[in-house]
């Protein structure tokens, strides 16, 4: 494999200088740059927004609209960073938009205050055993407002006053929910965990 530093300079300048041209297009609404953009990011941002969402149909919803706020601001981007990055922080943006307008009421969230932060390393630890696809499918099931805590922290790396200032909360607020969230995911690996055991004990006996 060629690993000349100046060839990878070359390919990286020019993958930079196509994108640099998409964006232009972008900004002047051609329908082809807009399409070749969607294509490019659609299937990772419905990822993105489909993990904040309660249905399919939800995520949609907040992807039609995230997309429609990308092509609009386009125009400010200020490639300082990643255009997958920036896109995808819009997305979260209009996840985070919708579940404040349609969901978000006191009742949704575990009132604690001074909670008590919790080390990473036990839950990294746990979680870094199971499938990624299979732990989401599990964060999909918690309560809304858990859900939004736990992808907010775990998943974008916000920090807990990030979080309080985005969905109007308290910090204590913020650590609470994020550990009951924490507490359903593992009751619920744990369970699926003993139901495997269980199987291939029973297949064992076959």
């Known amino acids: 494999m060629d690993h000349n530093p100046s060839k990878l300079h070359k390919v990286e300048s020019l993958i930079e200088e196509k994108e640099h041209n998409l964006i232009k297009r972008c900004i002047d609404w051609d329908r082809n740059a ?9 299937n990772s941002m419905f990822a993105v927004c489909f993990r904040y969402s309660r249905t399919r149909e939800d995520a949609e919803d907040t992807f039609s609209e995230g997309f429609m706020k990308v092509f609009e601001s386009i125009k400010n981007f200020k490639y300082t960073g990643s255009l997958e990055g920036w896109i995808r922080r819009i997305m979260v943006n209009s ?27 036990y839950y990294d630890n746990f979680y870094s055993q199971f499938d990624a696809e ?20 775990a998943i974008e790396g916000f920090k807990h006053k990030e979080i309080a200032d985005l969905l109007g909360i308290s910090e204590g ?12 995911l593992q009751k619920a690996i744990n369970k699926n965990s003993n139901n495997m055991d269980h199987s291939l004990i029973n297949d064992g006996r076959k």
């Open 95 to 121: 996840a985070i938009d919708k579940f404040r307008k349609n969901t978000i009421k006191l009742d949704d969230f575990a009132i604690i205050e001074n909670q008590p932060e919790i080390k990473n390393s």
């Open 134 to 153: 299979e732990l989401m499918r599990l964060v999909q099931k918690l309560p809304p407002a858990y859900k939004m805590v736990f992808n907010l922290y």
């Open 173 to 184: 607020t913020s650590k609470s929910n994020l550990s009951d969230a924490r507490a359903i």
């Open 34 to 42: 807009q399409n070749e953009l969607y294509n490019r990011y659609a």
